[in-house]
């Protein structure tokens, strides 16, 4: 029987057991209130309100224009949605970044719409981190490819090969854990390197294109469920929604015109 099922209600106590027993953690992306709520039912651990909103379902073209406005909007859905999961809410580009009380500030906003943690990229606001934390709401890290300093890092690149940028991930992994992080996403990393932060952490790491070695497994829902005719080369499509949706379209076209007016 899954944790969904007995109705408990996770928590970052019990990702950290998950991790000690060693079962594997899942966390998937809901935007609305109707997928979050088959999310729940079917047993994954974590719902993330993830920015992601932007490319997958506003029309933007990557993450960078999201609002807390747009967040708070989704998360108070999946929140409506959701029983026993946690609701992990992505602190928007430009909402934690400029001021350590205006990122405490954010995250109280998104605390209140339903977020039971945020999700913060990089590590270059521990301050900020440590901040939001002392207000009494979780934070997930985001290290590897972090999606909102795309233009950085110069494209969708895998992060982490050299040296020198390796030993710059493990560094910030070992911060966010010691900031107080209760998990930490680690995105498109090479798979030896996702499997030495996960040995070497005891906080939780939930892998996305990063191999099989991590505490758990993330991605964008519409991504596994096959809305897109070409998904990132990591991910594992699970059913075709996108050929589903078509012939159900179609079928509804065709009945229709089958029916005409009397
Ligand atoms: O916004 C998002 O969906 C994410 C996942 C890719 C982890 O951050």
Do not use: W
């Amino acid at each position: 029987m899954s944790l969904a099922e007995c109705q408990i209600k996770i928590s970052t106590t019990i990702l950290l057991k998950k991790k000690k027993a060693r079962e594997k953690i899942t966390m998937l992306t809901a935007y609305s209130c109707p997928l979050a709520n088959i999310l729940d039912e079917a047993g994954v651990d974590i719902v993330l309100v993830g920015d992601s909103v932007g490319n997958v379902a506003l029309g933007y073209k990557n993450t960078i224009p999201v609002t807390m406005l747009e967040i708070m909007v989704h998360t108070q859905a999946v929140a409506r949605g959701v029983k026993s999961a946690m609701v992990v809410a992505d602190m928007p580009f430009g909402s934690y970044q400029v001021d350590k009380n205006e990122a405490v500030g954010n995250a109280i906003e998104l605390a209140k719409a339903g977020a039971e943690a945020v999700k913060v990229e990089g590590a270059g606001y521990i301050d900020a981190i440590k901040a939001i934390i002392k207000a009494g709401i979780p934070v997930m890290g985001h290290l590897g490819f972090t999606p909102q300093s795309v233009y950085e890092l110069g494209g969708y690149k895998i992060q982490g090969r050299g040296a020198i940028h390796r030993a710059r991930i493990i560094k910030d992994a070992r911060a966010l854990e010691k900031a107080g992080c209760f998990a930490i996403v680690l995105e498109m990393v090479p798979p030896e390197l996702a499997k030495k932060i996960s040995k070497a952490l005891k906080i939780p790491v939930i892998g996305i294109g990063a191999g099989k070695d991590c505490d758990g497994q993330v991605l964008v829902t519409h991504d596994m469920l096959g809305f897109y005719e070409n998904p990132p080369s990591f991910v594992k499509v699970f059913t075709n929604m996108r050929s589903q949706i078509k012939k159900a379209v179609s079928s509804f076209i065709e009945y229709t015109q089958d029916h005409p007016q009397k």
